[in-house]
Antibody, heavy 119, light 107 residues
Framework: QVQLQQSGPGLVKPSQTLSLTCAIS??????????WNWIRQSPSRGLEWLGR?????????DYAISVKSRITFNPDTSKNQFSLQLNSVTPEDTAIYYC?????????WGQGTTVTVSS | EIVLTQSPDFQSVTPKEKVTITCRAS??????LHWYQQKPDQSPKLLIK???QSISGVPSRFSGSGSGTDFTLTINSLEAEDAAAYYC?????????FGQGTKVEIK
């Protein structure tokens, strides 16, 4: 059974980079039948899909247009995890961030990380 | 971007009552519609996949139907533990999007 464990800081200063990691157990980040997503939730935006990374003989990333210029996903096969980096954060990026496994429906979710952007 | 609109936003229901939540898509998404339950301070949990496919471990009182643009989540015989927010989600096209949520309260 797939499980996802998130880690990363809960407080980030404006203009800095938000970095979160999602460790996978029960599957491989480089599985040819999986996809690894980042989703955030805030009162103003609701649930917002940020994008996904997946492996199909090579790595692919899909990003939401709203964050495309600021976001990067990095799969780490040696640690079987994937990470999110969001640059130049503002208070509008304050949210609960989730990683989730699923190509279509999100079958499994991480526990969530509350990230506050504040000086 | 496909917009998903749920109704109602809020529903107060007595136990054993039937609950119906609808999700309308701004364009046809086939059956690429999924439902989640989120209880306070918890991550969302997948309830129904591809509009009507049941998920192992989810009580049989939860069911889904629909295709194209109109979808329904039904909770038969509501139980107290079903108090939660419910969200629809489409994976038909990128960006994937979610409905705004329906909060179900137990009277």
């Amino acid at each position: 059974q797939v499980q996802l464990q998130q880690s990363g800081p809960g407080l980030v200063k404006p203009s800095q980079t938000l970095s979160l990691t999602c460790a996978i157990s029960g599957d491989s980040v480089s599985s040819n039948s999986a996809a690894w997503n980042w989703i955030r939730q805030s009162p103003s935006r609701g649930l917002e899909w940020l994008g996904r990374t997946y492996y199909r003989s090579k790595w692919y990333n899909d990003y939401a247009i709203s964050v495309k210029s600021r976001i990067t996903f990095n799969p780490d096969t040696s640690k079987n995890q994937f990470s999110l980096q969001l640059n130049s954060v503002t208070p509008e990026d304050t949210a609960i961030y989730y990683c989730a496994a699923g190509v279509y429906g999100m079958d499994v979710w991480g526990q969530g990380t509350t990230v506050t952007v504040s000086s | 971007e496909i917009v998903l609109t749920q109704s109602p936003d809020f529903q107060s229901v007595t136990p054993k009552e039937k609950v119906t939540i609808t999700c309308r898509a701004s364009q046809s998404i086939g059956s690429n519609l999924h439902w989640y339950q989120q209880k306070p301070d918890q991550s969302p949990k997948l309830l129904i996949k591809y509009a009507s496919q049941s998920i192992s471990g989810v009580p049989s009182r939860f069911s889904g139907s629909g295709s194209g643009t109109d979808f329904t989540l039904t909770i038969n015989s509501l139980e107290a533990e079903d108090a939660a927010a419910y969200y629809c989600h489409q994976s038909s096209s990128l960006p994937q999007t979610f409905g705004q949520g329906t909060k179900v309260e137990i009277k």
